[in-house]
């Protein structure tokens, strides 16, 4: 079972960090990533690592402004998020999968949280 939390309010600019952890299973030896999913819209791809961290990927709408990283030792995955943009608001969604690396798409997760809601004002 994973868990996201970190989410709420902020000005556009401002910070957020995400974090997720897992429970019942080592986080570790999953590959992870980031989605979300504004209301009306599709769920789409935010970001993702490779289980060892030796590998990462972003969207492109978020390239240079967002940070996935993980503390194995901890059983977490973060995702900073600088510079957040109205756009950015969604409910965000940590996944893990059993591959070195999931990538972007959805298909390739096997284990979900439950979100956590980003919303950025303008």
């Known amino acids: 079972q994973l868990q996201a939390s970190g989410g709420g309010l902020v000005q556009a600019g401002g910070s957020l960090r995400l974090s997720c952890a897992a429970s019942?299973?080592?986080?570790?030896?999953?590959?992870a990533g980031w989605f979300r999913q504004a209301p009306g819209k599709e769920r789409e791809f935010v970001a993702a690592i490779s289980w060892s961290g030796s590998r990462t990927g972003y969207a492109d709408s978020v390239n240079g402004r967002f940070t996935i990283s993980r503390e194995n030792a901890k059983d977490t995955v973060s995702l900073q998020m600088n510079i957040l943009k109205p756009e950015d608001t969604a409910v965000y969604y940590c996944?893990?999968?059993?591959?070195?690396?999931?990538?972007?798409?959805?298909?390739?997760?096997?284990?979900w949280g439950q979100g956590t809601q980003v919303t950025v004002s303008s």
């Open positions: 996944a893990a999968s059993r591959r070195i690396y999931g990538g972007s798409y959805h298909t390739e997760y096997d284990y």
């Open positions: 019942g299973r080592r986080f570790s030896t999953y590959a």
